[in-house]
């Protein structure tokens, strides 16, 4: 805790301008590339950083090794079929020691997962439309064929 208030103090005494653009370099510095929106949020420091005080909240707190949180984060990426997530998590993979093998393996199991939730809320919507019948819903209309 002392580490966030510290953090917090250090943005009040820079400025968020300041902080953000530092924050930015920081990225840019780690990583090889700063995500999309991480610029466009820049546009107003504010929301930058309340973001990533959040990721780095949730990262800090994480007993999970840094290799595998952006493996999940790969596979979240995947799973929702966001191109620079996937791609954006994959390197950060990568520079965690992440291996090829490691992230074909969490590519298919999102597919996996993507695949069965397709699955299960169709089935389920499917089950629950075509609980009742059309046909006798209608009033004053007998359906012969009706299997009720």
Known sequence: MAHFEDLLHTIADKGVEKTSE???DNIEEEYGKTP?????????????????????????????DP???ELISLAIGAALRCQH???????????????????LEVILLAGLISNSSVLANSYRIM?????????????????????R
């Open 67 to 69: 290799k595998y949180v």
């Open 127 to 147: 089950d629950e439309k075509l609980a009742q019948c059309v046909s006798c819903d209608n009033e004053g209309v007998e359906e012969p064929s009706c299997q």
């Open 85 to 103: 997530c996937t791609g954006y998590h994959m390197q950060a993979a990568l520079k965690k020691g992440a291996s090829r093998e490691e992230i």
């Open 36 to 64: 999309l929106i991480f610029r466009r949020m820049a546009e107003h420091p504010e929301a930058l950083i309340s973001h990533l005080l959040y990721k780095t909240s949730v990262a800090k707190m994480s007993s999970l």
């Open 22 to 24: 530092e924050w930015m």
